[in-house]
Structure formats: C-alpha cells, structure tokens
C-alpha cells in the first residue's frame, strides 16, 4: 500500500519542493500551510496535492489537522517538519515577540506535529519523521539568535526523539539546509546577501528547494532504516559540521 506524508509548510519555499517530490516518488501528500491562502490554492491547482490550513504554533489546531488529514488520507508514515518563519534582528533590537514567534513555529511546531502522531508510529511500527533545521542552527548566525536557537533545538529534539523511535521501527532525522532560492532568502537586504552571504559559499551560488527535497525523498525511504538521529547538511560547503 502507497504511503502518507504530511509536509508542513508544505505549499511554498522549500515545502513545495518537497511535496512535489514525495508526490512524484509515490507518496499520498497532504500540505499544510498556516496562512497564505491565495498561495496554497494555486499550489493545490497546479500540483493536485491536498492542502490543509493550521497553524504548527498551536498544539490543538495541529492535533485537529493531523485528524482530519488521518480522515482523508489514511494514517500518516512520513512527517516532514519544515514550516519556518524568520523574524530577523540584531539582538539589541530583538522584541519579545519576535522571539516567542519564531521559538513558537520552529522549535514548538516540531512538538505539537510529532506527538499527536508519534503513538499511531509506534503502534505500526513504522514512521520518518524529517526535520528541516538550517545551517544556521549549526553555526548560529548574527540578527538570527531567535532562529538559530530553535533550529539548534531542532537538532537536539532530533536526536532524543530518534533514540525514542528506534525499536519501533521510526527513524527522526534533521537536514540542516544552506542558503536556498526561496522567498525567505529573497527577504535578506541585497547588500547583505551579496557581500556577507554569497562570498562564503564555496559552491558559489544558491542552493535550489529541488536539492533539499531529495534528501527529505532519501531519508524517507524504507531503505533509510539505519539512518537515524542524524544531521543532513545541504550547504554548498558554507559549513562542514
Ligand atoms: N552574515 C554576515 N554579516 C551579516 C549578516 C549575515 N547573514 N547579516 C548582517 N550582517 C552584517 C551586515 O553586512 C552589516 O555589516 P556592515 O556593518 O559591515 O555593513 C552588519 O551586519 C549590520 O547589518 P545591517 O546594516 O543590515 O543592520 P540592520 O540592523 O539594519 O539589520 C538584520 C540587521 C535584520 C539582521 C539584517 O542585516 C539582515 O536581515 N541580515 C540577514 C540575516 C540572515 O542571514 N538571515 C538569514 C535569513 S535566510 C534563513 O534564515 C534561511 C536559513 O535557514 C539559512
């Protein structure tokens, strides 16, 4: 029988790619986003894929989605933990708020995704649950102490989770992208990304949503079993961890 995916932000950036991806490789895929309706229709018109709006910031809207995907869709074997927002500023500058948000969706979403799916996992005996960290989780990166804090913890929930999964047959592994073509990207001030960016990326260029997405296809797979707890950096060698 074919498998289920649910990819978070799953309808743009990166997210899209990977749907797409699971798609193609034969995968039944449900998207979520938590906002952008006019993006997630044009995403669904083109690609077929099944979209579902919730925000991973808030536990039960996401224990309420994941039901109504599971209705819909049938049980969930693959969890792509990729939703993300950036809320960028120089830590003298850094509002509350714009820490809360990004600890919200990029750490706390990675929780409120996981645990509504993680005993239905177990008592299959069969789960991929796929974080998408960064790069700068890694290295921690100036004007993003709000983000490099929730995409280390990304990291660090990836490995006691999949010391958790392992006997039950649930591989939890993280893919720490670079510097990617995305709208996300796209937002860093040009003068920024031309002098202080693009200059340390040995590959010189950006990394393209296609490439992460075949990790995430990669490390999905029922031959991916010995993979587990693992960091996957995708970076153009900007960092070797
Ligand atoms: N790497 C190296 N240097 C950086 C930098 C970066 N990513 N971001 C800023 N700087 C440097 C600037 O070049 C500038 O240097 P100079 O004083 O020599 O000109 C200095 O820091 C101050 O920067 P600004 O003048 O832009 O200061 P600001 O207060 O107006 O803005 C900022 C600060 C909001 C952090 C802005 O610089 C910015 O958006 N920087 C980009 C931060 C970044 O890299 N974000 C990653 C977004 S992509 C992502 O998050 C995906 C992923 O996982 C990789």
């Given at each position: 029988?074919?498998?289920?995916?649910?990819?978070?932000?799953?309808?743009?950036?990166?997210?899209?790619?990977?749907?797409?991806?699971?798609?193609?490789?034969?995968?039944t895929?449900?998207?979520?986003?938590?906002?952008?309706?006019?993006?997630?229709?044009?995403?669904?018109?083109?690609?077929?894929?099944?979209?579902?709006?919730?925000?991973?910031?808030?536990?039960?809207?996401c224990?309420?989605?994941?039901?109504?995907?599971?209705?819909?869709?049938?049980?969930?074997?693959?969890?792509?933990?990729?939703?993300?927002?950036?809320?960028?500023?120089?830590?003298?500058?850094?509002?509350?708020?714009?820490?809360?948000?990004?600890?919200?969706?990029?750490?706390?979403?990675?929780?409120?995704?996981?645990?509504?799916?993680?005993?239905?996992?177990?008592?299959?005996?069969?789960?991929?649950?796929?974080?998408?960290?960064?790069?700068?989780?890694?290295?921690?990166?100036?004007?993003?102490?709000?983000?490099?804090?929730?995409?280390?913890?990304?990291?660090?929930?990836?490995?006691?989770?999949?010391?958790?999964?392992?006997?039950k047959?649930?591989?939890?592994?993280?893919?720490?992208?670079?510097?990617?073509?995305?709208?996300?990207?796209?937002?860093?001030?040009?003068?920024?990304?031309?002098?202080?960016i693009?200059?340390?990326?040995?590959?010189?260029?950006?990394?393209?949503?296609?490439?992460?997405?075949?990790?995430v296809?990669?490390?999905?797979?029922?031959?991916?079993?010995?993979?587990?707890?693992?960091?996957?950096?995708?970076?153009?060698?900007?960092?070797?961890?």
């Open positions: 029988m074919g498998k289920t995916a649910i990819v978070t932000g799953g309808t743009r950036g990166i997210g899209a790619a990977i749907s797409k991806a699971l798609k193609d490789a034969g995968y895929v449900a998207a979520n986003y938590a906002g952008n309706d006019e993006a997630a229709a044009a995403f669904k018109q083109e690609t077929g894929i099944a979209v579902y709006k919730w925000s991973v910031a808030d536990y039960d809207s224990a309420e989605g994941i039901a109504k995907v599971e209705a819909d869709l049938g049980p969930v074997d693959v969890l792509v933990n990729n939703a993300g927002i950036t809320r960028d500023g120089m830590f003298h500058k850094m509002t509350p708020q714009q820490w809360q948000e990004v600890i919200n969706t990029n750490l706390s979403g990675l929780f409120n995704m996981t645990r509504p799916l993680w005993e239905g996992m177990r008592e299959r005996g069969f789960g991929r649950v796929i974080n998408i960290s960064s790069i700068n989780g890694q290295k921690g990166q100036m004007g993003q102490v709000n983000y490099s804090a929730a995409k280390a913890g990304d990291i660090g929930f990836t490995k006691a989770l999949a010391q958790e999964g392992s006997r047959g649930i591989t939890v592994n993280a893919i720490c992208p670079g510097y990617i073509a995305t709208e996300m990207v796209k937002a860093v001030p040009e003068e920024v990304l031309n002098k202080s693009l200059p340390l990326i040995p590959v010189g260029r950006l990394g393209e949503p296609e490439e992460i997405a075949r990790c296809v990669f490390l999905a797979s029922e031959d991916s079993g010995f993979i587990t707890g693992s960091t996957l950096s995708a970076n153009g060698g900007q960092y070797m961890a």
